[in-house]
Structures are given as C-alpha cells and as structure tokens.
Nanobody, 124 residues
Framework: QVQLVESGGGLVQAGGSLRLSCAAS????????MGWFRQAPGKERAFVAA????????YYAEPVKGRFTISRDNAKNTVYLQMNSLKPEDTAVYYC?????????????????WGQGTQVTVSS
C-alpha cells in the first residue's frame, strides 16, 4: 500500500507556472506507475499526465501537451508536475494517483491509490 500527499498548489495569474509535488510513503514507490488527474467544479475527474515506474514513458492529455511535464525521483519517493503557460481553464483540484499495473493507464478507475488533492487556481 502507498500513501500520497500532494503539495504546491496555489493561485497564479494566467501565463504563470506552478510545480506540484506528490510525496509517497513506503519503500515500493518505484514499482508504481504514477498519474496526475484534475477535477474542476461540476466536472468529472480527468486524466492530466502519467509516468511509468522507471520514468521512461510519459503520457499527457491533449489540453496540457507542450505545457505540462511529469517527472519522478524514485530516490525521493516523489512525482512532480511542472505546469507552465497556465490558463484559467487549468483551474481545478489536482490529484496524484498510483497504479501497479504493467501498462501505464489513463483512466481514473485503473488507479488504486489517491492523494487528497491540491487546489490550483489560475486567474485571468
């Protein structure tokens, strides 16, 4: 089992940047594929980005391609989401999630463990 704690959210102006972090407990972090999801008010939780257990494969949702970068440091049990050129439509609660499947997944239902979320608000 793994416990996840996100940090780094906040209020930023459009065009600005934020870096989210997700710290994981336990000694098996490197066995998990990791994902970032977001949920805006009144909307379903949606995939943002994912990274394989070794960091060699990354996946992004179309709305964030070229602006967001997911990375991980297995020595620090941490996954990151660097968000640049932020837009008001990026406003949401951002969640990190962990999954032990062999393939990197992009669906909410495929992830087994979730953090509590961190609020990102982008003002216009």
């Amino acid at each position: 089992q793994v416990q996840l704690v996100e940090s780094g959210g906040g209020l930023v102006q459009a065009g600005g940047s934020l870096r989210l972090s997700c710290a994981a407990s336990g000694r098996t972090f490197s066995r998990y594929n990791m994902g970032w999801f977001r949920q805006a008010p009144g909307k379903e939780r949606a995939f943002v980005a994912a990274i394989s257990w070794g960091g060699g494969r990354t996946y992004y949702a179309e709305p964030v391609k070229g602006r967001f970068t997911i990375s991980r440091d297995n020595a620090k049990n941490t996954v990151y989401l660097q968000m640049n050129s932020l837009k008001p439509e990026d406003t949401a609660v951002y969640y990190c999630a962990a999954d032990q499947r062999l393939t990197v997944e992009t669906g909410v239902a495929e992830y087994d463990y979730w953090g509590q979320g961190t609020q990102v608000t982008v003002s216009s």
